[in-house]
């Protein structure tokens, strides 16, 4: 089984930043992409950013610029460091992995149990 935890939610000013990360433990032979999704209430779940193996990097519009996602693959850990917050920033936001348990498995999605971030005034 494997697990992903977050951690670094909180409430935070407009203009604000945060950093959270994501520790992924269990049986995993090897990650592939990692990253970081979010849900605000009433919208569907969407990619902020995401991070290959090799490093290879992805940002939603919204973030570019503000959010910068980095990954530990030693510590089988990824970051995302948030600056310039903005009301709409608010959501849950999720770790999310693609973990191979064994070098005989194809790699399957797991999600972490989202953490709350709340920018506000």
């Known amino acids: 089984q494997v697990h992903l935890v977050e951690s670094g939610g909180g409430l935070v000013q407009p203009g604000g930043s945060l950093r959270l990360s994501c520790a992924a433990f269990?049986?995993?032979?090897?990650?592939?992409?990692m990253g970081w999704y979010r849900q605000a209430p009433g919208k569907q779940r969407e990619l902020v950013a995401s991070v290959t193996s090799g490093g290879r990097k992805v940002y939603a519009d919204s973030v570019k610029g503000r959010f910068t996602i980095s990954r530990d693959n030693a510590e089988k850990m990824v970051y995302l460091q948030m600056s310039s917050l903005k009301l709409e920033d608010t959501a849950v936001y999720y770790c999310?992995?693609?973990?191979?348990?064994?070098?005989?498995?194809?790699?399957?999605?797991?999600w972490g149990q989202g953490t709350q971030i709340t920018v506000s005034s």
């Open positions: 999310n992995a693609e973990v191979r348990t064994s070098i005989l498995t194809r790699g399957h999605e797991y």
């Open positions: 269990g049986s995993i032979f090897s990650i592939n992409d």
